[in-house]
């Protein structure tokens, strides 16, 4: 069982990225799915989740109208695209699957955790 994240990388404030997170060895259909971030010398927090369908999205309030988390099942893939890039931004972004179906803010709520790609934004 194995989330990889990917997709992050260095841009300018303003700018936009999209991270992809792959699962490997089950599939992400019928489990919640979430991202989270970790900057340095903070805990780790919410950022989006998505229920097993898509029909149910949660945003932290930080992201809410900037960040849309989608995600297609039939190739085990979720995604987060980022607009509007800001440098509190900046972290080091995890994905995780759900122990359930439904989408949750709570990170002990998830099972399976990817290891994590970096996201720098330069002002």
């Known amino acids: 069982v194995q989330l990889q994240a990917s997709g992050g990388g260095s841009v300018q404030a303003g700018g936009y990225l999209t991270l992809s997170c792959a699962a490997s060895?089950?599939?992400?259909?019928?489990?919640?799915m979430g991202w989270f971030r970790q900057a340095p010398g903070k805990e780790r927090e919410f950022v989006a989740a998505?229920?097993?369908?898509?029909?149910?999205?949660i945003y932290s309030n930080s992201v809410k109208g900037r960040f849309t988390i989608t995600r297609d099942n039939a190739k085990n893939t979720m995604y987060l695209e980022m607009n509007s890039l800001k440098p509190e931004d900046m972290a080091v972004y995890y994905c995780?699957?759900?122990?359930?179906?439904?989408?949750?803010?709570?990170?002990?709520?998830?099972?399976?955790w990817g290891q994590g790609t970096q996201v720098t934004v330069s002002s």
């Open positions: 995780a699957a759900a122990k359930t179906s439904y989408a949750n803010q709570y990170p002990s709520e998830y099972a399976y």
């Open positions: 998505i229920s097993w369908s898509g029909g149910n999205l």
């Open positions: 060895g089950f599939s992400l259909r019928g489990y919640g």
